[in-house]
């Protein structure tokens, strides 16, 4: 037994078991999976985040057969872990284990992955008459809720994508949770319950406020101009079939003025990071998929998007695994910040997830909460730079050196998952019932105001904005200034009409 794993404590000695033994048997070069599992000597052992712990009795015949079967069977379908074991297996050890339990569940579903991963065929006889079942379970991780029947492996292939690009999600308690509340049935429930006008005011709000994030999660501070062209892109989501081509255009929109951008996929090497002051050496956050890749990487994306719309996977959780995945590929040069945002939007929008003309604001809660954003992208960027071998190039980039392609099709998209949806529940609970609440009692305002005196709309909305900014009370300034034509009766009756109007519910306060 022992108290740490590849730098990793656990809760309590133990014996590393599954993807964890086959990871140190065979030496793989694979980052670590988010939680892994291992066999302790109690029989109520305590289960963490990181770590599965098991009872004596779960412990797995320490063979390569049995270590795998407890995988597959414990921790579900690592497929970068698979994918590197393959490299290394004979494939006749493979179609050993298989023969010996035809009939397995296990052994069938490993003869799919096989097959499917390496393209290989395995010299294993027909199973006979056995009930086909999913290749991944549902139970365990989120899969398509139909597929197509693998008659040779008897076997329904519900996995989410397809070799090119396939991200798993665990289910978690959390997941499990985010899912019940049923956001999508909730927002709509509230534009039922709303005035076609007010929510048409609302979503134009929110489209802009959504576009505005986005680009200050850049850093960026453009034009209202430019704010408000990337919000009517937004608001097109959904619209048209994802392909390299459309993502294409997507960059031109985003880049603008591409005199000083490359546009289209990237011919080089890519990293986020920054450079030695001294040596202008590359530093790198994180380093994205090579040139050579990016083709057939980027149409996986698409093909996953295509295949999760048509059979059934959550949206959310399709949304995480291709927005977070398309950035770490990070395809073009400049762009792949917004892209992957408008990603997010792309696969709800398509889902039918978000009332029809209602964009979710998720860059604005994304910026609410940007350094949990950060570490959520580097909870598999960061330990993926000790597997990447490169070099820098004398143009300042990077050249990577080793095989990476399997790093950005095969991740664990969970913590991605997990963080969308939370996401996701502050634009429902939170952004969305709070603006409409803002436009009603606007309205109320507006209307009562009218009644005391002659004003424009402009001045009425001017108006508000002083009293949301000074709480309630008119300053100063704005009575000596904008306002200095008000009785002091009017003023006081126009601040009771503000109180009267929010209802004490906040509506009309920053």
Known sequence: ???????????????????????????????????????TGRHHPVSTENWQLLTPRHQPADTFQG???????????????LAALFRVVPRQ??????????????????????????????????PGKVRAVPVVDPEMQFALGEGPLFSRHKVINNMPGN????PMVRRTEKLERFAAKQFARRAREIAGQ???DIMA?????????????????????????RIARWGQIIGEAGSLKLSVAELERLQRIVIGDARFVQLGLRTGGGFVGTYDRDTKVPLPEHICAKAEDLENLVDGIAHYDSRVLDLGLDPVVAAAAIAFGFVYVHPFVDGNGRLHRWLIHHVLAQAGFNPPGLVFPVSAAIFRQIDTYRRVLQSY??????????????????QVLNDTADYYRYFDATAHAEFLYECVEQTVERDLPDEVAHLQAYDRFARAVENIVDMPNQQIELLWHFLRQGKGVLSKRARTNEFAALTEVEVNEIQELYADSIGGNGAGSE
């Not at 134009?204 to 200050?216: G, I, N, P, Y």
Request: glycine share 6%.
């Open 1 to 39: 037994m022992v108290s740490d794993f590849r730098g990793r404590a656990l809760p309590e000695p133990g014996s590393p078991a599954g993807y964890a033994a086959l990871i140190e048997e065979y030496d793989l070069k694979v980052p670590l999976p988010p939680r892994l599992t291992a066999t």
């Open 67 to 81: 270590q795998l079967e407890f995988a597959l069977k414990w921790e579900g379908i690592d497929l970068g872990i």
């Open 93 to 126: 050890e493979i179609g050993q284990i298989v023969q010996s339990k035809p009939t397995g569940v296990y052994a069938r579903r490993l003869w799919f992955l096989y097959e499917w991963i390496t393209s290989r065929t395995l010299d294993v006889p027909d």
């Open 163 to 166: 070799r090119n690009f396939c």
């Open 194 to 196: 709303t005035h076609p």
């Open 201 to 225: 005011r609302a979503a134009a709000f929110l489209l802009l406020a959504d576009s505005k994030s986005s680009f200050l999660i850049e850093g960026e501070r453009p034009p209202a101009l």
């Open 381 to 398: 960027s960061r330990p993926l730079l000790n597997f990447i071998e490169w070099t820098p190039t004398p143009e300042g980039k990077v």
